[in-house]
């Protein structure tokens, strides 16, 4: 399994951006799907985006297209998440993930993916 390490979050007001990083251990990085997921107090973890090995292909959920954006840079073994016009809804725990399938269902799902980072708190201010 990778190891993988979230950094990036913090505290800003609505309306302002964030860039989230998820360094990952090993040689292996460019063979891993990516993703990022979010799990707020009370609710279950969501899916937030995801990349594909290669990042020729890139999914969102429906609630950040638009605002966020996903990439991967494999020389460095790291994933990004650039967050725009951040809303106080977006405030919660964010994950990074790493998988060995990129199917439609797997690529949303928590149950697509094998190793997990230990979050990054994202909290908007109104």
């Known amino acids: 399994q990778v190891q993988l390490v979230e950094s990036g979050g913090g505290l800003v007001l609505a309306g302002g951006s964030l860039r989230l990083s998820c360094a990952a251990s090993?040689?292996?990085?460019?063979?891993?799907?990516m993703g990022w997921f979010r799990q707020a107090p009370g609710k279950e973890r969501e899916f937030v985006a995801a990349?594909?090995?290669?990042?020729?292909?890139?999914y969102y959920a429906d609630s950040v297209k638009g605002r966020f954006t996903i990439s991967r840079d494999n020389a460095k073994n790291t994933v990004y998440l650039q967050m725009n016009s951040l809303k106080p809804e977006d405030t919660a725990l964010y994950y990074c993930?790493?998988?060995?399938?990129?199917?439609?269902?797997?690529?949303?799902?928590?149950?697509?993916?094998?190793?997990w980072g230990q979050g990054t708190q994202v909290t908007v201010s109104s």
């Open positions: 090993g040689r292996t990085f460019s063979t891993y799907v």
């Open positions: 990349i594909s090995r290669s990042s020729a292909s890139i």
């Open positions: 993930a790493a998988g060995t399938l990129w199917t439609p269902v797997l690529r949303t799902t928590a149950q697509g993916y094998d190793s």
